[in-house]
């Protein structure tokens, strides 16, 4: 139940780089506010001197988001208007927000998103891959182990899947993405979306890794990388798959059949070592 006398938190999406995108909306809200909770004030402080809204602005990020919590309930309590904005695109994606929302919710008054850009669900837009289902993963771990972990469990996930990716790793973390899901599989990066270096780079995971390596203007920029989900081998090749598998485990370790059987059946790595993995287990 949300109080009729309390203040609302407003979650306005900002642009991810063109100004053009900041909905009629949004700018009504942000000029309307009485605070402003912005991820870096001096980032948004720019945006938000251009619009004209003359509401104060405080900070909000990963550092100090329990800490606003209760300043900003009271607030709401008082009857305030309030919008939280991230640097760029919707809050709460990859940016903080998430606790303050939940108390807020929690607390009984009232949350109205105000919808707009969003760096993820533009670069699934344009990739040319299939969208009826799809999972975002955002920043996956910063350290090459538990990267590489995380990508193996995403190894046979047939959703299409959504990474944000930093320019001085996206070369490593294709790198892991063509180990853990195979150098066949389809993907597409979006650089600078919105920007005027806007670019879209689409092809195997493979092509990807190398145009990573080779062209310099590829690490540039904020990225969004759009990876395809793993394709089931079709029935009719899952009796020529087993024989395969059959032939080759007699002679090599598991994943060295997965990767021979995979190049002559022309399927999948990763279709095949699950295979692979399953009949060492005595699964039919």
Known sequence: IVSDTSGMLYVVATPIGNLDDLSPRATATLIAADLILAEDTRHSGRLLRRLGAGGA???????????????????????????????????????????????????????????????????????????????????????AGARRERLQQLAADARTLIFYESPHRIAAFLQDLCAAFGGERRGFVARELTKLHETGYRGTLDELSALARDDPNFSRGELVIVVAGVTSAPAADQADLDATLAVLLEEMPAKQAARVAARLLGIGRNEAYRRTLELKAGKA
Request: proline share 7%.
């Open 57 to 143: 602005i405080l900070s909000l990020h990963e550092h100090n988001e329990d800490q606003r919590i209760a300043d900003v309930l009271q607030r709401l309590q008082q009857g305030q208007s309030i919008a939280l904005i991230s640097d760029a695109g919707t809050p709460l994606v990859s940016d903080p927000g998430f606790r303050l929302v939940r108390a807020i919710g929690e607390a009984g008054h009232g949350l109205v998103p105000v919808p707009g850009p969003c760096a993820a669900i533009a670069a699934l837009s344009v990739a040319g891959l299939p969208s009826d289902r799809f999972a975002f993963e955002g920043f996956v771990a910063n350290r």
